[in-house]
């Protein structure tokens, strides 16, 4: 067909100007998927147990529309990764078992500053001063005992006596395990190396047996295969809850013994990360209705590091400004790790 002059320009102009409007649309259908991937998702390196954790991590994704990526592992192991991985991992959030692990990631300058609002709400004791991370609920070390074979006039005052001969055999450690190291920093921390070390080549010379992890040793004691086993408290509320009959309980050091360390389980954001918002969000829904979720509908019953939610706990667990370990700062941590697994190791304990 055969136009005037005029008429085809006026044409090419329509053309020209159609193409790059569909362009135009086609960069922002572009840019809303970007946005939409940024908005609603987030990855966590996740050191807590799936089989604890993943109930809460649904009841997030619920409520806030975000979907979670979860990576699993030992918190030792992510830690480690992270490191690795530098600016370059995936991870919005590394959601450790304990500080000192936390704080070897943040000593490399891996974390953000944390804003959530209710950071404020949590003790400075359970926080690293600087903000990169913040504890989530409290841990307190005990002596997991099988009430059958040991009565409690025979515990002792201090985890330093089980390297005494009558507890010869009758203990178990998880020497490779974070909450084992933290406990053994915190250690360090308060009665100094020689100490220390002289303690864990007692408990070798005692023959202690080594598991792999804190619920391993439980099983152990509540079947009668080893008499006692230092651990978190709160795994003796999960071996309740499915056997309220075990013949298991806790005991509590002395206040202020090294053997009544509190410890943390502790969240960071990632610098590298993509979700920095939705990070954020994480951080104060764990400081919400997680600290209700460990307090009240997890099998185990950890310790809200946020005080107005420790009175949802169980009777039969002492309230936390009643368990008194060292006083040892948990920020300090990520900087004793790395000797506190060369001592382990070098006393012949599997430390990794």
């Known amino acids: 067909m055969n136009l005037p002059n005029a008429q085809r320009t006026v044409v090419t102009l329509l053309i020209l100007l159609l193409a790059l409007a569909l362009a135009g649309c086609g960069g922002d259908d572009d840019s809303s998927t970007e946005t939409a991937e940024a908005t609603d998702s987030l990855v966590i390196y996740s050191g807590r147990d799936a089989e604890l954790v993943e109930d809460l991590y649904a009841k997030f994704e619920k409520e806030s529309g975000i979907s979670l990526e979860v990576r699993y592992a030992d918190t030792p192991e992510l830690a480690a990764t992270l490191v690795e991985e530098g600016a370059n991992t995936p991870a919005d959030v590394f959601y450790a078992q304990d500080a000192g692990a936390i704080g070897s990631v943040a000593n490399k300058d891996l974390l953000t500053t944390i804003t959530a609002e209710s950071l404020d709400d949590v003790p400075e004791r359970f926080r690293d ?22 009565q409690s006039n025979e515990l002792p005052e201090s985890v330093l006596e089980l390297t005494q001969p009558e507890w010869k055999g009758r203990v178990a450690i998880a020497p490779g395990n974070s909450s084992f190291q933290g406990f053994v920093s915190a250690m360090r921390e308060s009665v100094g190396d020689e100490q220390t070390e002289d ?43 499915e056997d309220p009959d075990a013949p298991a309980a806790n005991h509590f050091f002395k206040k202020g013994d090294p053997g009544g360390f509190v410890n943390v389980s502790a969240a960071g954001i990632l610098k590298a990360g993509k979700n920095q918002a939705n990070a954020q969000r994480f951080i ?3 400081l919400g209705e997680g600290q209700t979720y460990f ?58």
Request: charged share 25%.
């Open 129 to 150: 001063s600087d903000g990169a991370w913040t504890g989530i609920t409290g841990r307190a070390r005990t002596q997991i005992y099988n009430t059958d074979e040991v």
């Open 199 to 241: 303690w864990l080549e007692g408990l070798k010379a005692n023959n202690v047996k080594t598991y792999e992890g804190n619920g391993d040793i439980v099983a152990a004691v509540a079947d009668g295969e080893v008499d006692t086993g230092l651990v978190n408290h709160y795994y003796l509320y999960e071996l309740l809850a």
């Open 284 to 286: 104060e829904f764990l």
């Open 295 to 352: 307090a009240t509908e997890a099998e185990s019953k950890e310790y809200p590091v946020i005080a107005s939610y420790q009175t949802e706990l169980p009777d039969t667990l002492p309230p936390l400004d009643e368990v008194e370990g060292p006083d040892v700062p948990l920020d300090t941590l990520g900087d004793e790790l790395p000797e506190t697994v060369r001592m382990i190791e070098s006393v012949g304990f599997p430390g990794t």
